[in-house]
């Protein structure tokens, strides 16, 4: 089965494997473990990105804003036992995204660089204790990072904490070399 339209009348049997692509143009194939016909909501299992064995990413996708769903195979009528969800982890997971968005957007506002934004999202993967302070990013309330954000660009706030800065300036060289950033220039 096949569909050009994914908000068509289909339904989808828990275990089928299935290949989605969105309106974006990201392709997500896995098991099916939940279909909500109502809310047209196609719960997907697939493998961790993290790469951690006995660990899956699990995926909500709106087919409303699916382009097209292909099954790959059906699955077979069964009863399937879910995995234990620890609602504490998803809970302060959701409160990192939910700050992470929080701090974009305020950054944005305050006319901070794509980059800057970008530069601040890296970090804050790393360590969540940073903050705008302006269109700085302020860094475990010690490391200051100006624009246009390299590593040579961060300062210890009070002058002191030289671990700390030593730190940071390797997450930011860390963000300009995987990035390909030509600007980036090694500390002295």
């Not at 705008?132 to 990013?137: A, G, L, Q, T, Y």
């Amino acid at each position: 089965m096949a569909s050009n339209n994914a908000t068509s009348n289909e339904f989808f049997s828990m275990g089928s494997e299935v290949s989605c692509v969105t309106y974006l143009g990201e392709k997500i194939t896995g098991e099916v473990i939940a279909f909500d016909y109502q809310t047209k909501t196609l719960v997907l299992k697939h493998p961790s990105t993290s790469g951690k064995a006995n660990t899956n990413n699990i995926s909500l996708l709106n087919l409303s804003n699916v382009s097209d769903i292909k099954v790959l195979k059906e699955g077979a009528d069964q009863d399937f036992e879910l995995c234990a969800i620890s609602h504490t982890k998803l809970r302060k997971r959701l409160n990192q995204e939910i700050q992470a968005k929080v701090n974009m957007a305020q950054g944005s506002s305050m006319g901070v660089t794509p980059d800057g934004l970008k530069v601040f999202a890296f970090i804050f993967k790393t360590i969540e204790q940073c903050r705008w302070n302006d269109k700085s990013i302020l860094v475990m309330d010690e490391v200051l990072i100006n624009p246009p954000y390299r590593s040579e660009d961060c300062i210890a706030k009070d002058g002191k904490e030289a671990k700390a800065l030593d730190h940071v300036r390797k997450i930011v060289e860390k963000y300009h070399k995987d990035h390909g950033n030509i600007r980036q220039v090694q500390a002295t």
